[in-house]
């Protein structure tokens, strides 16, 4: 016997009006918890609604109240910790203040940052967690954005020549740290592993690593910076280039952790040994690098606190109605840890 199953008719905020004999407009205030409406009623409506399983629709709510209650998260990748950690710490801190975070990935591409950022536009969030793709050809969305009413507060990434909120470690004091480490063990020859053009946190980066040349006593040789990017096969093939060439090398600084990974595989099939052989330095204290099976020294960023921190720094943006060009940039502990 074939039995079609009846569909069951969504419940509408008009519906549940006529049952309690109250007008549509009581009804939502009620929900709101509006003072307009007598305790005494507003318990009555949430009550009913619980009992008829009625939830009241986002869209038409963010329409009456001119808010969503939603945050867009942007963010480059979700193959290493970092950034999953830094989601992990947003979407708690979110929660927790009435929020609902919708997270998208850009993949370091501009021109998917801006369809993205398109599609935040339409749907009308509140606000967006911005970790930018590199470049300044997006510069004209983000203060569209600004000017629809949409905030954005940057985490991890600064935005270079846009005064933007931002949640970031000390990235210049960071890496000369790390490159001071691996030269107090007795390394001269360290290659600088990423981009040092183009993202700032990367420009950063380099700043902090030269500096550390510098101040103990070694020459900068451009020819130990290897420019490479988030893709573990180009960092592969390009640390083997140099492994094969008369480039002399004993110690790495690693922007992030994709590359190091590529790089630490290249150098072990090399049958070079880390860190006898070659010191291995990263960002990120990423689960990725760890899968080498090798000792190695790591900037730990609190990815954690950076995105709870951007959260809250989002949410009272929001509702103080501050503008988020009102530059602050907020610094959280990094901690430089061996592995």
Same mark, same amino acid.
């Given at each position: 016997m074939n039995i079609k199953k009846q569909?069951?008719?969504?419940?509408?905020?008009?519906?549940?009006?006529?049952?309690?004999?109250?007008?549509?407009?009581?009804?939502?205030?009620?929900?709101?918890?509006?003072?307009?409406?007598?305790?005494?009623?507003?318990?009555?409506?949430?009550?009913?609604?619980?009992?008829?399983? $009625?939830r009241p629709n986002l869209l038409a709510r963010s329409l009456i109240s001119n808010k969503s209650k939603i945050l867009g998260v942007l963010v480059p990748d979700l193959r290493i910790s970092f950034f999953s950690e830094a989601v992990r710490g947003m979407y708690e801190e979110a929660s927790v203040k009435g929020y609902e975070c919708l997270l998208l990935v850009h993949d370091e591409d501009e021109e998917k940052e801006k369809q993205k950022l398109e599609f935040l536009s339409d749907i009308g969030v509140d606000g967006i967690l911005l970790n930018a793709a590199g470049g300044k050809n997006n510069f004209p969305i983000y203060q569209n954005l600004e000017e629809e009413g949409i905030k954005i507060v940057c985490w991890d990434r600064k935005l270079e020549d846009l005064n933007?909120?931002?949640?970031?470690?000390?990235?210049?004091?960071?890496?000369?740290?790390?490159?001071?480490?691996?030269?107090?063990?007795? =390394?001269?020859?360290?290659? @600088?592993?990423?981009?040092?053009? *183009?993202?700032?946190?990367? =420009?950063? =980066?380099?700043?902090? $690593?030269?500096?550390?040349?510098?101040?103990? *006593?070694?020459? @900068?040789?451009?020819?130990?910076?290897?420019?490479?990017? =988030?893709?573990?096969?180009?960092?592969?093939?390009?640390?083997?280039?140099?492994?094969?060439?008369?480039l002399k090398?004993?110690?790495?600084?690693?922007?992030? *952790?994709?590359?190091? $990974?590529?790089?630490?595989?290249?150098?072990?099939?090399?049958?070079?040994?880390?860190?006898?052989?070659?010191?291995? *330095?990263e960002f990120g204290d990423n689960d990725i690098v760890a899968r080498l099976g090798v000792p190695f020294y790591t900037v730990y960023q609190n990815p954690y606190k950076i995105g709870k921190a951007a959260t809250d720094l989002l949410i009272n943006l929001i509702e103080t109605k501050l503008t988020s060009s009102e530059y602050q940039n907020i610094l959280i502990d990094s901690e430089l840890l061996e592995r």
């Open positions: 569909s069951r008719k969504k419940l509408t905020l008009k519906d549940v009006a006529n049952i309690l004999s109250l007008a549509p407009a009581t009804i939502s205030k009620a929900l709101r918890d509006s003072s307009d409406i007598s305790l005494e009623t507003r318990e009555k409506v949430k009550k009913k609604c619980q009992e008829l399983g $009625y933007y909120k931002s949640v970031t470690i000390d990235d210049v004091h960071a890496s000369y740290q790390l490159t001071s480490k691996i030269i107090s063990q007795g =390394r001269r020859n360290i290659l @600088f592993l990423g981009p040092n053009t *183009g993202i700032p946190v990367a =420009r950063d =980066r380099f700043e902090g $690593y030269k500096a550390a040349l510098q101040n103990n *006593g070694i020459n @900068f040789n451009p020819e130990l910076v290897l420019q490479t990017f =988030r893709d573990i096969e180009d960092s592969y093939n390009k640390m083997s280039s140099v492994l094969n060439s008369n090398i004993d110690g790495v600084v690693s922007i992030g *952790g994709l590359i190091t $990974y590529g790089a630490g595989k290249a150098i072990l099939e090399h049958r070079l040994s880390i860190p006898n052989d070659i010191i291995l *330095g």
